[in-house]
């Protein structure tokens, strides 16, 4: 074909200039051949594998990670497993690194959804940031360009329980959806911007001349072809010889893998087995775990000191807030500050101040290591609220809801604070029932007649400031009070939470406010009770107990 090719242009030439002329291109012809080039487009969009992946057995992002691997998407529920051999399930970080493109231009939001702390930059501007305490499954939007790239890094730190995070976006007029892969590049690899392919020159046409001369090469081009292809053919061949032989090798050496993985199984199967009979062994020998928490009064003494729980609120101690309502104690705990704990139905309880409305709660809200403890009025606060759960030898731990740490007792510092939970005796305290009976005012108070259908009475009216409301509830249902003075303007208010059905106890501190009339006002539901209260003028005498 080559050869009749060039007899044809051979013949053409013969015909004379003007017939060469009108078939060989002009320089202006060949100029604009050789400068015109298509445009090069924008490559690489949609054609995403993932992010880069550094994974660090800690839960600061310290120090080398232990594995390094390109992740195809921000959707993971690990729950109480692991991500990958070699990491633990609890206390590690991950650090995502890579590109994003969005596939249309306007203002993106992202949202995180876990349980622990990330951080999400784009285009190195900070977007989400959960970590020391801020607000979980935080959201932001920063604005991205269709068919561009920016950076992305995204920092994750797991402390305990269970694991899961997804990173979502949402564009214009988009509802929230995971981010596809199509979408998210590695810091190397696939995917990666590339530049457009060069576009060659048209190769001039041959001068008349240089026919037979173009000829003869082209002869000698294909011997030289010829002598190539039979060096590839025989090199192909020794690379088929070898490839034969490593296939070979590669197959005993997964014969072996294969044994070795199933004698690590078998193994594996044997250690766990072991494990489980030591721990049944164990679980047989240790005492049984205490019951969930009981309302009622108590002295909560640390593991590690012995010493009880005691935060001075400078208005009343509460060491000294039930001496004068006749209660008993233990030997041991004679005298020592007393809590009363109160469920709230919900899983969490508060820790009131015997006498008054006061709780145990965090100081100021904060959620970092060491913010000491406070006593304050009850307002239904994250930081007022704890949850007791057993941990061991009648033990139990106190967590803050607000901030998931526990009440602790540290070496440096004074008195009780909160700390992250590790199960350090120091998190540690046994809860002392603080009476051995109920309180003669309250038995008192059960003998009067109730008012209404929730037979509500007060006990002792009239009274010096602190007096007891007791009443019934035929179902679970929400109740509250408020105290109106003489004018009909409220003077004290209770907060209005569910309660559960049965008989109620409170005690109310009413020493504060001025002697004379009163009307409490107890709501159930949407039924009000009504009752008159009678203040008197507290004597020194009677003011001692209460520690005034």
């Not at 709660?361 to 949850?387: F, I, K």
């Not at 700390?419 to 009976?437: C, F, H, I, V």
């Not at 010096?464 to 019934?472: A, D, H, I, T």
């Amino acid at each position: 074909m080559r050869r009749l090719l060039l007899c044809s242009l051979v013949a053409g030439l013969s015909s004379g200039n003007a017939t060469l002329a009108a078939t060989l291109p002009s320089r202006a012809d060949h100029t604009a051949a050789t400068t015109t080039a298509p445009a090069a487009s924008n490559q690489g969009i949609g054609v995403g594998t993932g992010l880069t992946a550094s994974y660090y057995t800690n839960g600061t992002l310290a120090g080398a990670p232990v594995l390094r691997r390109v992740d195809p998407s921000l959707d993971f529920r690990w729950n109480m497993g692991v991500p990958a051999p070699g990491i633990p399930e609890d206390n590690f970080s991950v650090r995502w690194e890579g590109l994003i493109a969005a596939p249309g231009t306007g203002s993106y939001r992202f949202v995180a959804r876990t349980d622990d702390e990330v951080r999400l930059w784009i285009n190195g501007k900070i977007v989400l940031d959960t970590f020391n305490g801020k607000k979980k499954n935080g959201e932001g939007s920063v604005g991205l360009a269709s068919g561009e790239k920016a950076t992305i890094k995204l920092e994750f730190a797991e402390a305990d329980g269970d694991a899961h995070l997804q990173l979502l976006w949402a564009g214009p007029g988009q509802a929230p959806q995971i981010i596809p892969t199509s979408y998210l590049y590695p810091l190397e690899g696939p995917g990666m911007p590339t530049a457009p392919a060069p576009v060659a020159a048209p190769a001039p046409a041959p001068a008349p001349k240089a026919v037979a001369k173009a000829s003869a090469e082209v002869d000698k081009a294909e011997t030289k072809a010829a002598k190539a292809e039979a060096k590839v053919e025989d090199k192909v061949a020794q690379a088929e010889a070898k490839v034969a032989k490593a296939e070979s090798k590669a197959d005993k050496a997964s014969a072996k893998v294969a044994e070795a993985e199933a004698k690590a199984k078998a193994k594996a199967e044997a250690a766990a087995k072991a494990k489980a009979d030591a721990q049944a062994k164990a679980d047989a020998a240790a005492p049984a775990a205490p019951a969930a928490v009981e309302p009622g009064v108590y002295v909560l003494t640390s593991r590690t000191t012995g010493k009880p729980l005691e935060v001075v609120d400078p208005a009343r101690p509460n060491s000294r807030a039930y001496q004068a309502a006749g209660l008993t104690t233990t030997d041991t705990n004679k005298g020592a500050p007393q809590w009363r704990i109160e469920s709230l139905g919900n899983g969490y309880y508060r820790l009131l101040v015997p006498g008054n409305n006061k709780v145990l709660e965090v100081l100021g809200s904060a959620t970092s290591n060491g913010t000491p403890m406070n006593v304050w009025t009850y307002y239904s606060g994250n930081n007022q609220l704890w949850r007791i759960e057993p941990t061991e030898n009648g033990y139990y731990k106190l967590l803050a809801k607000h901030s998931n740490k526990a009440l602790s007792i540290r070496d440096s510092v004074d008195g009780a604070v909160q700390w992250r939970y590790s199960g350090k005796e120091s998190q540690m305290w046994k809860l002392t029932p603080a009476q051995d009976e109920e309180p003669a005012p309250l038995i008192m108070a059960g003998a009067r007649p109730g008012v209404g259908a929730n037979k509500m009475s007060i006990y002792p009216n009239p009274s010096n400031g602190v007096v007891q409301l007791r009443y019934e509830l035929p179902e679970a249902i929400p109740m509250g009070w408020v105290l109106y003075n003489q004018s009909g303007a409220p003077v004290r208010v209770s907060d209005y939470r569910r309660q559960n059905a049965g008989l109620h106890h409170q005690t109310l501190d009413f020493t504060g406010l001025p002697p004379g009339d009163y009307n409490l006002r107890m709501t159930v539901g949407t039924v009000t009770t009504r009752e008159q209260l009678q203040l008197r003028k507290q004597r020194p005498a009677e003011a001692t107990p209460l520690g005034e």
